[in-house]
């Protein structure tokens, strides 16, 4: 026997009522990152970071939340900078970029984060949070990988650096 609050019991065994609007489903465990990756390769060309991990939901009418708190450390020396971060989602064996997980939205601008200040080291943190829907089968593993881009910058890790640890978790949500 299953049930949920506000909805009629189901008598069958293993069958599991209708979930209300706004519940989780699935809460992963965290998958956490104590290296960084080096996104310095040139103004404006995306990276892929060390940051990735899978969540299997288990219905195709869920929404997948999107947690990462990670750690970004780069030099400056021209007082004009930046960098930006987008997610790749592999789904079905099928590699997107959705227009709603990057900053700005679409990750097309290679300095979300801009700063026309004195040169030298910087250390920002960063708490993302995306919402996105799951478009395959129920079942099947999406992978979310964090890209990131740099805009005039002498050096920049993302992740953890300075022995730092940065966290990727999910909640499938209905």
Same mark, same amino acid.
């Given at each position: 026997?299953?049930?949920?609050?506000?909805?009629?019991?189901?008598?069958?065994?293993?069958? /599991?009522?209708?979930? %209300?609007? &706004?519940?989780?489903?699935?809460?992963?465990?965290?998958?956490?990152? *104590? !290296?960084?990756? @080096?996104?310095?390769?040139?103004?404006?060309?995306w990276s892929p970071t060390v940051m990735v991990a899978n969540i299997t939901p288990f219905?195709?009418?869920?929404?997948?939340?999107?947690?990462?708190?990670?750690?970004?450390?780069?030099?400056?020396?021209?007082?004009?900078?930046?960098?930006?971060?987008?997610?790749?989602?592999?789904?079905?064996?099928?590699?997107?970029?959705?227009? /709603?997980?990057?900053? %700005?939205? &679409?990750?097309?601008?290679?300095?979300?984060?801009?700063?026309?200040? *004195? !040169?030298?080291? @910087?250390?920002?943190?960063?708490?993302?949070?995306?919402?996105?829907?799951?478009?395959?089968?129920?079942?099947?593993?999406?992978?979310?990988?964090?890209?990131?881009?740099?805009?005039?910058?002498?050096?920049?890790?993302?992740?953890?650096?300075?022995?730092?640890?940065?966290?990727?978790?999910?909640?499938?949500?209905?």
């Amino acid at each position: 026997m299953s049930g949920i609050i506000g909805v009629s019991p189901d008598m069958r065994s293993g069958v /599991l009522g209708k979930f %209300p609007t &706004g519940h989780v489903i699935q809460t992963t465990d965290v998958t956490t990152f *104590t !290296t960084e990756t @080096n996104c310095n390769q040139g103004d404006n060309v995306w990276s892929p970071t060390v940051m990735v991990a899978n969540i299997t939901p288990f219905s195709v009418t869920s929404s997948i939340i999107i947690h990462m708190e990670l750690f970004v450390y780069f030099t400056n020396t021209t007082t004009d900078a930046g960098y930006s971060f987008k997610i790749k989602k592999t789904e079905d064996g099928n590699d997107t970029y959705p227009t /709603l997980l990057g900053m %700005p939205s &679409g990750g097309t601008t290679y300095h979300a984060m801009y700063w026309n200040m *004195t !040169t030298g080291d @910087n250390m920002n943190s960063h708490t993302l949070v995306y919402k996105d829907s799951v478009g395959g089968g129920a079942g099947s593993a999406i992978a979310y990988q964090l890209y990131c881009a740099e805009y005039h910058t002498e050096g920049l890790a993302v992740g953890a650096p300075l022995s730092t640890v940065a966290k990727i978790w999910f909640q499938e949500v209905q």
